[in-house]
Structures are given as C-alpha cells and as structure tokens.
C-alpha cells in the first residue's frame, strides 16, 4: 500500500469542503491558490477538528463574521442566528469536512479519529509568532505547532469567503 501524499490529502479537503457547501448550503464554492504556508489567521469564527491515528493533524475552517451569520442562517434555516447557532454551523461543518477525511483514509491510516470540534475566536498564529496580549492582559490567540496549508474559498455569488487550513 503506497503512502498518501499531502497533495491527495488537499485534494482530499477542497473536494470535502465543496460537497459539504453543494449538499448542506445548496451553494457552490470555488477554492482559491494553496498557500503551501501557515499564516496568522484572524477571523471571527474558527472551527477546528482533531485528526489522530498514523496521521495527526487538525482540519480548521476560519470565516468572518458576516460569512459566518450568512452560513447559519442558510444551514439552520434561521433568520437572525444566534452566536451559539453560529458556532454550531461552523463546527457542524468543519466536522463534516474532516469526517470525510476520515472516512476516505481510514484504511490506509488505520485508526483513524477525530476530535469534537472546538470553536474559537481571534488570531490564528503560528509557535513562532509568539501570542499577543489582549487589553485584560491576557492572551488573544492560538499557537499551532505545525505546518501545514491555507485554501481559500469564496461563494460564486460572492456572498462570502472562508478559509480550510489543513496541517498535518
């Protein structure tokens, strides 16, 4: 059995992330250029989803808030969404997402599991970047300690954008 490269797992991804959007949206999505890096991400609403077994890593979608409302009103058929309902489409999709993966590599990987998905707000940065402190002094962002990609997304109506990031 031959290894699979982290282009297939991209493919992989951008495949899942606009299937999910066809069948839970009814709306069409368009990746954009594979940024082969990791960049800080400061977006309102951030999903992340676990991966673990002979392949670990996380599946993160990042959307603005005005995506965001956009998602949750068209998936939980709402018209004013709530920030719980918010949080809960992002997550119900980045889980989706990386439930394809799952399902797609469990063979070859073998155990393959993922996390419940964790939703989050603020900036995305890599280990390097260090964190910066919000105005109570604490901390407002992440650390990831690995690399991996960032593909863009936008609607073909233009009504919003996101980003799948996958390290792994």
Do not use: W
């Amino acid at each position: 059995m031959s290894a699979i490269t982290f282009e297939e797992i991209m493919f992989t991804i951008m495949s899942a992330t606009q299937d999910t959007f066809k069948n839970y949206l009814s709306v069409d999505i368009f990746a954009g250029k594979v940024e082969r890096k990791v960049d800080p991400v400061d977006s309102d609403v951030v999903g992340i989803v676990g991966v673990a077994g002979d392949r670990v890593g996380y599946i993160i979608l990042a959307a603005e808030s005005t995506a965001a409302v956009t998602i949750a009103k068209e998936l939980l058929m709402l018209d004013e969404p709530d920030e719980e309902s918010i949080r809960d489409a992002i997550g119900e999709l980045t889980n989706n997402i990386a439930g394809v993966f799952k399902t797609k590599y469990h063979e070859q990987y073998g155990n393959v599991a993922l996390g419940l998905p964790l939703i989050v707000s603020g900036m995305l940065r890599t280990v390097a970047e260090g964190t910066s402190q919000d105005q109570s002094g604490g901390s407002s962002s992440m650390n990831v300690q690995c690399k991996g990609v960032t593909i863009p997304f936008m609607s073909l109506d233009g009504k919003f954008a996101l980003r799948v990031m996958v390290y792994m």
